[in-house]
């Protein structure tokens, strides 16, 4: 895609007219790195962010908003909805790559590298904004600091891929859904977009397949268990967590990489048991168990266990 002309990118004639409807701007929104342990933008910069928007467009849900290598010159943001980045294969199975919510650049690495190697496309009807690369380029220079916070949240992307491949190599079918419902809740709980154990993620039955590894029919066995062992039901796209504390077990959750506050971790936790806080797994330099004097790990490579 060439220009910001974004409709050529959308599936659909009727549909793909629709994401050219003017709107109102409505600035970066109050999502953005809200909530987080490092980044979070001050009024005075999300002003200025929110002024650099060229436009927003409403696109409906299922539409590509970008093609696996087409050349771009902006990048987008999640005002509202609910959008994913995916891949097909050559028989056209699907896997979703990453979930984004409102406050999520969906694909801001594209300033540099100025295409992209995965499709995009939303999952809800959303509003996104469109910033020129150009534009991205003078606030480089004019705000340095709003540029480093941008970064950080580009690099808030990388943890959530490195914690998707540990999650689809090492955890079984029905860890890796429990850690994915627990992953959706403290990203929408810990940023302000919803409160308590019950959210919709605009995904069906086949998508959670898709995101998960697994087929459709071990999906459904993986669901009837959470639901049978009082942990959480899926139903319609909604997500109900019934026993957070078991179900942060159950998927090994370790809400530490998507560096929220601690105000944050703590409207996540909510009705849960204990302190999350205390639980995390902290080792500093001066903690020298199970490291060599250069700070390396003296374990075996992949195993814990004593050979």
Same mark, same amino acid.
């Given at each position: ?7 050529? /990118? ?15 701007? #409505? ?12 980044? /979070? ?19 409906? #849900? ?6 696996? +290598? ?24 699907? &896997? ?43 606030? &480089? ?27 689809? +190599? ?34 069906? &039955? ?45 998927? &090994? ?17 909510? /009705?849960?048991? +204990? ?19 250069? +700070? ?12």
């Amino acid at each position: 895609m060439r220009g910001m002309d974004m409709s050529a /990118q959308v599936d659909g004639g009727k549909d793909a007219d629709a994401c050219n409807e003017d709107i109102a701007l #409505a600035g970066v929104g109050p999502y953005l790195l809200n909530g987080r342990d490092h980044g /979070q933008l001050t009024e005075d910069e999300t002003e200025i962010l929110s002024g650099r928007i060229l436009e927003e467009r409403m696109v409906p #849900a299922r539409q590509t908003l970008v093609r696996n +290598g087409d050349t771009l010159d902006f990048s987008m943001l999640c005002v509202e909805g609910i959008i994913s980045r995916f891949l097909d294969d050559a028989s056209g199975r699907r &896997q979703l790559l990453s979930i984004h919510f409102a406050g999520d650049f969906l694909d801001l690495h594209a300033y540099p590298l100025k295409s992209l190697d995965h499709d995009v496309g939303t999952l809800t009807d959303v509003r996104v904004a469109l910033m020129r690369h150009t534009d991205l380029e003078a606030l &480089q220079h004019e705000h340095p600091s709003i540029m480093r916070k941008l970064w950080f949240a580009t690099l808030l992307d990388a943890a959530l891929h490195r914690k998707w491949v540990w999650r689809l +190599g090492r955890l079984r079918a029905v860890s890796r859904v429990a850690h994915f419902f627990c992953e959706c809740h403290a990203r929408l709980t810990g940023v302000g977009l919803s409160k308590g154990n019950s959210f919709d993620l605009g995904l069906t &039955q086949a998508d959670l397949a898709d995101v998960s590894g697994l087929t459709v029919v071990h999906t459904n066995r993986v669901l009837r268990e959470l639901r049978e062992r009082g942990l959480a039901t899926f139903r319609d796209s909604t997500v109900d967590i019934d026993d957070l504390s078991a179900l942060w077990k159950l998927g &090994q959750f370790d809400p530490a990489y998507l560096y929220l506050s601690e105000e944050a971790l703590k409207r996540v936790w909510g /009705q849960g048991e +204990g302190d999350p806080l205390t639980s995390r797994s902290n080792v500093g330099f001066s903690d020298r168990s199970g490291l060599d004097p250069a +700070g390396f790990d003296k374990r075996a490579n992949g195993s814990r266990r004593d050979v």
